[in-house]
T-cell receptor, first 111, second 118 residues
Framework: EDQVTQSPEALRLQEGESSSLNCSYTVSGLRGLFWYRQDPGKGPEFLFTLYSAGEEKEKERLKATLTKKESFLHITAPKPEDSATYLC????????????FGAGTRLFVKA | KAGVTQTPRYLIKTRGQQVTLSCSPISGHRSVSWYQQTPGQGLQFLFE???????NKGNFPGRFSGRQFSNSRSEMNVSTLELGDSALYLC?????????????????FGPGTRLTVL
């Protein structure tokens, strides 16, 4: 069964303290892996799509990487405004374009 | 380009009532998916519509239904509301064309409809 597991559930950082969020996935064949950011009470905001192992994408302080079994979202020198829940999701080759989401990592950045 | 819009943004209903939520996708997007989000369960997939046909369905009871119109706009209906239906309902749209880049179909979300059942 296709599955997505994110860790840790919550992460507390000081401003400027870099860290990484993990997304482990199990799919029969990967179409793509997605990262979203979600603020409380709002819809998820698209960040990145990764398609194959070895791929990397960057946006401001965020960098997403992909291996055959997991993806990492690296946050460099975070600021308080980076505080949010970060969601990882996958689309498998089987099952059409159905998207499976992880439970998310809640990130808190303290000034 | 306008994003995904959802109406209404907030709803308060009582048990036993029914509710209809609306979603307008990004222009040119042909697929619309619906999700239920609660603090305890995270994002749960309800169903997906493409070209007016339900293409995928999650594990929700038959009280939850949806449809898609020829202009790709979609509605979701919940009948006989229960207290546990209180949640943020999210709609997401994607292109899903034969030219979708490398075969993955990125979804873009609307702001959601907050449903409270009393």
């Amino acid at each position: 069964e296709d599955q997505v597991t994110q860790s840790p559930e919550a992460l507390r950082l000081q401003e400027g303290e870099s860290s990484s969020l993990n997304c482990s996935y199990t799919v029969s064949g990967l179409r793509g892996l997605f990262w979203y950011r979600q603020d409380p009470g709002k819809g998820p905001e698209f960040l990145f799509t990764l398609y194959s192992a070895g791929e990397e994408k960057e946006k401001e302080r965020l960098k997403a990487t992909l291996t055959k079994k997991e993806s990492f979202l690296h946050i460099t020198a975070p600021k308080p405004e980076d505080s949010a829940t970060y969601l990882c999701a996958v689309q498998a080759i089987t099952g059409g374009f159905k998207t499976i989401f992880g439970a998310g990592t809640r990130l808190f950045v303290k000034a | 380009k306008a994003g995904v819009t959802q109406t209404p943004r907030y709803l308060i209903k009582t048990r036993g009532q029914q509710v209809t939520l609306s979603c307008s996708p990004i222009s040119g997007h042909r697929s619309v998916s619906w999700y239920q989000q609660t603090p305890g369960q995270g994002l749960q997939f309800l169903f997906e519509y493409f070209s007016e046909t339900q293409r995928n369905k999650g594990n929700f009871p038959g009280r939850f239904s949806g449809r898609q119109f020829s202009n790709s706009r979609s509605e979701m209906n919940v009948s006989t509301l229960e207290l546990g239906d209180s949640a943020l309902y999210l709609c997401a749209s994607s292109i899903t064309s034969a030219l979708t880049f490398r075969g993955a179909d990125t979804q873009y979300f609307g702001p959601g409809t907050r449903l409270t059942v009393l």
